[in-house]
């Protein structure tokens, strides 16, 4: 059952784990998280299996939803429909004709719906772009998608002496998004656990807890700036719902 979100245990704490991009010095200890998962030192393959996505070409402008339209406040009780996806820096990420993001600029999607399937949106597009966005947009990119405060404060410390050293995903190497599973919510702060990986290869849970400010919804980020907390791996999706672009 859903807890209200004023009532949800505190984080065990962020786990960090390095998911194979290629930075050098400082960056392989600091760029870290879900995105890329890491199993007996081997990364995780796209095995070209299932739902392809569409590679995006370049910055986009896409309206999708309108702000502040009536929108469905039940929490998805499965995968939401009216759903695409594009392929973004090796990963696939959904866009809802209903939710969002409505808009997206580069590395930038914005604007979604102000309900629980927004929210999703907003968790599976803003975990992504935030970490993986280049040097061109990383800094627009964590403005629009966070909320101010020590995370951001911390992930603009560490991320500025990286430029210069992105490369980029490696093809193929993205664990991609499998499923989900809300662990609370509310109109303000909605909680969501996010999986990526495959049955093959093995799953890892994270969550991403996000706030609705100046009529969106961004990322709250851990202290220590990153997008996605309380990474642990779990053998199966027993209690998520299934949720993918990629397999």
């Given at each position: 059952m859903t807890q209200p979100v004023d009532t949800l245990p505190a984080s065990p704490g962020d786990e960090k784990w390095l998911g194979g991009r290629k930075w050098t010095g400082l960056a392989a200890v600091i760029?870290?998280?879900v995105l890329l998962v890491a199993a007996g030192g081997v990364l995780f393959s796209d095995n070209g299996s299932g739902q392809r996505p569409q590679p995006a070409t370049g910055p986009t402008a896409t309206v999708h939803v309108k702000p502040g339209s009536a929108q469905d406040q039940s929490l998805p009780a499965s995968a939401p429909a009216n759903v695409t996806w594009t392929l973004w820096e090796g990963i696939g990420l959904p866009v809802s004709a209903d939710a969002g993001p409505a808009n997206v600029q580069g590395s930038v999607a914005s604007r979604y719906s102000h309900s629980p399937t927004g929210a999703l949106m907003?968790?599976?597009q803003l975990a992504v772009r935030v970490v993986l966005a280049p040097d061109s947009d990383w800094k627009r990119t964590v403005e629009t998608g966070t909320v101010p405060g020590p995370g951001r404060t911390a992930w603009v410390k560490d991320r500025e002496p990286l430029v210069g050293k992105f490369v980029g995903v490696e093809p193929g190497q993205a664990a991609q998004l499998a499923g989900f599973q809300f662990t609370g919510y509310s109109p303000d702060l909605a909680v969501i656990t996010l999986v990526n990986g495959d049955v093959t290869r093995g799953?890892?849970?994270s969550t991403v807890t996000l706030a609705w400010r100046?009529?969106?919804?961004?990322?709250?980020?851990?202290?220590d700036g990153l997008t996605s907390t309380n990474v642990h791996p779990i053998p199966d999706l027993?209690?998520?719902?299934?949720?993918?672009g990629v397999s």
């Open positions: 760029i870290l998280g907003a968790a599976s799953y890892r849970a100046g009529g969106d919804w961004r990322v709250q980020q851990g202290p027993s209690g998520f719902i299934p949720w993918s």
